[in-house]
Nanobody, 123 residues
């Protein structure tokens, strides 16, 4: 079984920065795409940033130029550096990974989610 554990959320003033981290743990797996999504109260969960196994990145228009996603495949981690935070960035942030697990001759690919970490930005 694979688990994703996030850290780094919290309260920050508008214009400030936060860094979110997510680590995957388990055995016999490889990670394909990784990313971050966020969900504000009463709204749907939206993609914030994604990074492929090859390192290609994709960002939501609302965070381009302010957020940077990175991954460390040796550590099975994905980070989100968030700068110039705005009150509208307030949300629960969820780590995402598409992971292939291996069990004997079987392999299964599916999406995994972290438990979420809250980001609050005061104006």
């Amino acid at each position: 079984q694979v688990q994703l554990v996030e850290s780094g959320g919290g309260l920050v003033q508008a214009g400030g920065s936060l860094r979110l981290s997510c680590a995957a743990s388990g055995s016999s797996f490889t990670i394909r795409d990784m990313g971050w999504y966020r969900q504000a109260p009463g709204k749907q969960r939206d993609m914030v940033a994604k990074i492929t196994f090859g390192g290609d990145t994709n960002y939501a228009d609302s965070v381009k130029g302010r957020f940077t996603i990175s991954r460390d495949d040796a550590k099975n981690t994905v980070d989100l550096q968030m700068n110039s935070l705005k009150p509208e960035d307030r949300a629960a942030y969820y780590c995402y990974a598409r992971i292939t697990t291996f069990q004997g001759i079987y392999m299964t690919t599916r999406d995994y989610w972290g438990q979420g970490t809250q980001v609050t930005v005061d104006s």
